[in-house]
């Protein structure tokens, strides 16, 4: 007999998205779902505290006192009581029953720590092109319930609370952008399986109060400290390269001197993911070069997550 009790607690992370995120608490609230709620508030200097209180008495909301980044979402993490933890951005909602199908899935299969979710754009609800990527992986998921992954997408995943806790939560130095990247391969390395599930939903409505640059420069400066803390220094040293090949005139200069920022704390936290997740990723980049198109791979996607805040 399947509990009456919530199995999954909805984390939802904003910063300066007032009406967003009253929005998306306001869709999350009317979920036919079992579910849990809290919003994690990072530093909100437009009224959100005040507003989502007034508007839901009964919701719990965490304010952090200072803009965390993705870090923010361990707080929620921190506070929940349940197995399993969904994670939500301010311009996300999860559709109706994808929480309890993504709960009876975790159930049923004791190796996933995460199911990333299909995600539809808009109102017309096209699908992103992230997800099409996800559906192409070619790593072996014999026995799972979708594709297997070695990256997932932060605004849009539901994990298991205890891997979350074991692979030690977003890395507060990163602040936001590609943060994935990192505890991916942490899971890999863990042993756990990450899934691309379409089956489970949520829809994301982009915020147009977004700074395209500085998210470019932490997404690119986030990669070169994934590489560095987690791969071969051959491989990290290619990885490096090939993303300030990428990058063109100041953005190239200001992601050098910002990645530099990580030498007096990334050889004490480095650790080299085994040789099964590093094939596991070059089999990814493989994919890319066959498939006429980039495959998950940490470090390298494209929303819905968490947006610089």
Known sequence: MISAEPRITVVVLTHDRRDEVLRTVGGLSALPDRIRLCVVDNGSCDGTVDALRAAFPDLHVIETGDNLGAAGRNLGVRWTRTPYVAFCDDDTCWQPHSLDLAADILDRHPDVAVLCAQVQVGTEGRPDPACERMARSPLPSRGLPGKALLGFLAGAAVMRACAFVEA????????????????????AAAGWRMVYCPRIVTRHHPSPRRDTPLR???????EIWTAW??????????E???ILRELRGLDRLAV????????????GQR???????LAMRRA????????G????LPGRRSAPSSRER
Request: net charge positive; aromatic share 8%; no cysteine.
């Open 216 to 222: 470019r420069r932490l997404l690119a400066r986030n």
């Open 256 to 267: 050098a001197g910002s990645a530099l920022g990580g030498l007096p704390w990334i050889p």
């Open 168 to 187: 030690g939560g977003y890395h507060p130095a990163f602040f936001i952008g590609a943060e994935e990247a990192l505890m991916a391969l942490d899971f």
């Open 271 to 277: 650790r080299v993911v085994p040789p099964r997740v």
């Open 229 to 238: 803390l987690r791969l071969p220094v051959a491989e990290a040293g290619r």
């Open 240 to 242: 490096t390269l090939r």
């Open 284 to 291: 990814l980049a493989r994919g890319m070069k066959a498939g």
């Open 293 to 296: 198109g980039p495959v998950p």
